[in-house]
């Protein structure tokens, strides 16, 4: 069974960049497909981006693509998430997840495996 433990978030301005990571322990990284998903308060768990198991295809919301980029390295059994020109509006608990399968699911209930999140907080 995988583990996941996210790192990177933080205090940023309006305008500024953060980079997400997610380190992986306990499975095979290289086979699961990845995503991020976040969450604020009073909110449901909202699809941020997803990458395939070997890094070459990526799925984004449209407000996020241009902005945010999802990466993995898998030597290092490691997910990124590079987010720039951060709104206020990101501000959200930020989730890393993985499933076995290709499909680039949104749904957060078609990923088996969560960290517990890291938080990120873009002041205006």
């Known amino acids: 069974q995988i583990q996941l433990v996210e790192s990177g978030g933080g205090l940023v301005q309006a305008g500024g960049s953060l980079k997400l990571s997610c380190a992986a322990s306990g499975g095979t990284f290289s086979s699961y497909t990845m995503a991020w998903f976040r969450q604020s308060p009073g909110k449901g768990r909202e699809f941020v981006a997803s990458?395939?198991?070997?890094?070459?295809?990526?799925r984004y919301t449209d407000s996020n693509k241009g902005r945010f980029t999802i990466s993995r390295d898998n030597a290092k059994n490691t997910l990124y998430l590079q987010m720039n020109s951060l709104k206020p509006e990101d501000t959200a608990a930020y989730y890393c997840?993985?499933?076995?399968?290709?499909?680039?699911?949104?749904?957060?209930?078609?990923?088996?495996?969560w960290g517990q999140g890291t938080q990120v907080t873009v002041s205006s």
């Open positions: 997840a993985s499933r076995v399968g290709s499909i680039l699911y949104t749904q957060p209930q078609s990923y088996n495996y």
């Open positions: 990458i395939n198991a070997a890094g070459s295809t990526t």
